[in-house]
C-alpha cells in the first residue's frame, strides 16, 4: 500500500482535538495529531510518511493577542496544503493575514443558529441557517481583502470566511461535535471535496508490519492484564510470531476474582497459551504497613516491572510488544497534562530497565473504538471487547488504607456481587464501572439478634465516555437492594453498604 491520504490537526490545546483526529478517521481517512508549532520543513518530512492532503488548526483556550498565545509558522499558509481553522484556529488564520480580532464583548457559547451567506467549499450543500455549537470569547470582526465571509451570527460577523484564492478556511464554531447538526457533512465537504482524500484507511491498515519485521528473529514477550489493548496486542502478535511470543500475566494477587483463569481460558481458546505468574506474596509483603495512596500504587507499579523483568530474562526475550494507544502516546509526548492527580501503573506503556533490541507498540496509532474495532476481527471474544476498565494496582487501590490478604478477600467477595447483579439487570452495556470498595470505616449493625461492628462498603457505579468526567449512575433501587442484600448476607464482616453518590469531578473514579 502507498502512503496514506493523511490530514493533520494542529494541536493547539483544545479539549476536542482529538475528537477532530477521530472524525476524520471514522471517515476512513488517517489522521494525526502535532504540534501546533510544527514548522514548514517538518510538514515536509511528513510527507515522506504520509500523504498529507490538508491542515486542521484546532481550537484552543488562547486569544491570539495574549503574549505567549501559541501560533504557528506563517509559512505554513503557504505549503498549497488545504487548510481549516476552527475556532481558535479560525481567529488565528485571520489574525495572521491581517484580519481584525476582537477580544470577547458579546461571547457565545453553546447551540447558535449561523446564517450562511455562501455554502461553498467546506460549506456546500448546507441551508442558509444552520444550527452549530460555538464556544469562544473572541470573535473575528472583519476581514482582509484576500478572504472572504461566508457565514455570520448574531454575535459574529464573521462566523466563516475562506481565502478567495487558496483552499484556506475558518469556521468559528465547532464541527467535530455533535451538537453541530451538520458537523459530519462539513469535516466531509473539507476532506474530500477541498482536499480530494480517499477514504483507504482502517484500524486493520498496517498494524502488525512492524511485528512483521521481528518475525523468525527470536523471542517476544508482553505483559498481558486481560484488557482491551494488551489482549489485542497480544492476539495480534501471536498471530505473526506464534510460539515466539510470550504473554506473562503477573498475578499480583489484587485481581478480581478468577481473573489469572479467565484469561488463560480466553486465550487458550484463540490457541494463545498466557503464562500466568503467580507473585501475590512478593507485592503483598512490600505493601505491608504503607497507608497512602500514592506510595501504594508506586510500591505495585515498581514491584510488577521487577517481576515482569525476571520473567523476560528467564524465558530469554529480545523484544517486548506493548499495548499503548494512541492517546497513551500523545498525551505523555508533546501534550502533557499540566497536573498529576494520581501515578496511574499503566501496563500499556511499561518503563523498563532491560536492553530489548526493539520495543514494538502495534496499536500506538489507534483509538480505544479502533482497538475494539481490530479485536473483534480478530475474533477476540465479546467479553474481552466490552470489559470494563480495571486499574493496574488492580483491589490495591479499592481497600482504602493499608492491604491485608483478609481486606483483598472482602472487596473481592463483594466486587463479584455487584457484577452480578449488574450483569442480571441488563444495565451493563449502560455503565462504564461499576465495583466495591472496602472503605475502611467500622459501622456498628444487627446480624441475627446480636450487635455486630463491622465493615463498610461503598458500591461505586459509573457512567463515562472517556474516564476524564463521570457521573454516578442513577441504577433503580431494586438493584442496589439486591447489591446491598447480597453483601450483607453473604460477606459475614460487613455491616452496612453505602451508595457512592459523587461525579467525577470532584472525585476520582477509583477511591484511592
Ligand atoms: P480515576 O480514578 O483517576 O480513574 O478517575 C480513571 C480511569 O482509570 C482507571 N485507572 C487506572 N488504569 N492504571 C490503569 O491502567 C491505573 O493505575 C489506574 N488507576 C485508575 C480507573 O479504573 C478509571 O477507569
Known amino acids: 500500500m502507498g502512503r496514506l491520504d493523511t490530514i493533520l490537526v494542529l494541536d493547539f490545546g483544545g479539549q476536542y482535538c482529538h475528537l477532530i483526529a477521530r472524525r476524520v478517521r471514522e471517515n476512513r481517512v488517517y489522521s494525526e495529531i502535532v504540534p501546533c508549532d510544527i514548522s514548514p520543513d517538518d510538514v515536509e518530512r511528513m510527507r515522506l510518511k504520509f500523504n498529507v492532503k490538508g491542515l486542521i488548526l484546532s481550537g484552543g483556550p488562547s486569544s491570539v493577542y495574549e503574549e505567549d498565545a501559541p501560533k504557528i509558522d506563517p509559512r505554513i499558509l503557504d505549503l498549497e496544503i488545504p487548510i481549516l481553522g476552527l475556532c481558535y484556529g479560525h481567529q488565528l488564520i485571520a489574525h495572521i493575514l491581517g484580519g481584525k480580532v476582537t477580544r470577547g464583548t458579546r461571547q457565545e457559547y453553546g447551540i447558535t443558529y449561523v446564517t450562511i451567506v455562501k455554502p461553498v467549499g467546506v460549506l456546500k450543500g448546507l441551508g442558509p441557517r444552520e444550527k452549530v455549537w460555538m ?3 473572541d470573535t473575528v470582526q472583519s476581514l482582509p481583502g484576500s478572504l472572504e465571509v461566508l457565514a455570520y451570527s448574531e454575535a459574529c460577523p464573521v462566523a466563516a470566511y475562506r481565502d478567495v484564492e487558496r483552499s484556506i478556511y475558518g469556521l468559528q464554531w465547532h464541527p467535530e461535535v455533535t451538537h453541530t447538526e451538520h458537523g459530519a457533512e462539513m469535516l466531509r465537504n473539507f ?3 477541498v482536499c480530494g482524500c480517499r477514504p483507504n484507511w482502517s484500524p486493520s491498515s498496517n498494524i502488525e508490519d512492524e511485528i512483521k519485521k521481528i518475525k ?8 498481558l492484564s486481560g484488557g482491551i489493548d494488551s489482549s489485542t496486542a497480544a492476539i495480534l502478535a501471536a498471530k505473526v510470531l506464534g510460539k515466539n511470543l510470550i504473554p506473562v500475566f503477573v498475578d499480583h494477587g489484587f485481581m478480581r476474582e478468577g481473573e489469572g483463569d479467565f484469561v488463560k481460558e480466553t486465550f487458550k481458546r484463540v490457541g494463545v497459551n498466557v503464562l500466568v505468574v503467580d507473585a501475590k506474596e512478593s507485592f503483598m509483603k512490600k505493601l505491608r504497613g504503607v497507608v497512602d495512596p500514592e506510595e501504594k500504587r508506586k510500591i505495585i507499579g515498581r514491584e510488577f516491572i521487577k517481576v515482569f523483568e525476571e520473567i523476560a530474562e528467564k524465558v530469554g526475550a529480545e523484544y517486548l510488544i506493548q499495548g499503548t ?12 497534562h499540566s497536573e498529576k492527580i494520581k501515578s496511574h501503573h499503566n501496563v500499556a506503556g511499561l518503563p523498563t530497565r532491560i536492553k530489548f533490541k526493539a520495543i514494538i507498540e502495534p496499536l500506538k496509532d489507534l483509538y480505544k473504538d479502533e482497538v475494539r474495532e481490530v479485536a473483534r476481527k480478530l475474533g477476540l471474544p465479546e467479553e474481552i471487547v466490552h470489559r470494563q476498565p480495571f486499574p493496574g494496582p488492580g483491589l490495591a487501590v479499592r481497600v482504602v488504607g493499608e492491604v491485608t490478604p483478609e481486606k483483598v478477600e472482602i472487596v473481592r467477595k463483594a466486587d463479584k456481587i455487584v457484577a452480578e447483579e449488574i450483569e442480571r439487570s441488563g444495565l451493563k452495556g449502560k455503565l462504564w464501572q461499576y465495583f466495591a470498595v472496602l472503605t475502611g470505616v467500622k459501622s456498628t449493625g444487627v446480624k441475627g439478634d446480636s450487635r455486630a461492628y463491622g465493615d463498610v462498603i ?7 465516555r472517556e474516564a476524564m468526567t463521570a457521573s454516578f449512575a442513577k441504577v433503580p433501587y431494586e438493584v442496589l437492594e439486591r447489591i446491598s442484600t447480597r453483601i450483607t448476607n453473604e460477606i459475614p464482616e460487613v455491616t452496612r453498604v453505602v451508595y457512592d453518590i459523587t461525579h467525577k469531578p470532584p472525585a476520582t473514579i477509583e477511591w484511592e
Open 135 to 137: 464556544s469562544h470569547g
Open 191 to 193: 476532506i474530500f471535496e
Open 216 to 223: 523468525g528473529k527470536g523471542k517476544a514477550v508482553i505483559a
Open 325 to 336: 494507544i494512541y492517546p497513551d502516546r500523545i498525551e505523555s509526548g508533546f501534550r502533557r
Open 458 to 464: 461503598a458500591v461505586r457505579i459509573v457512567e463515562s
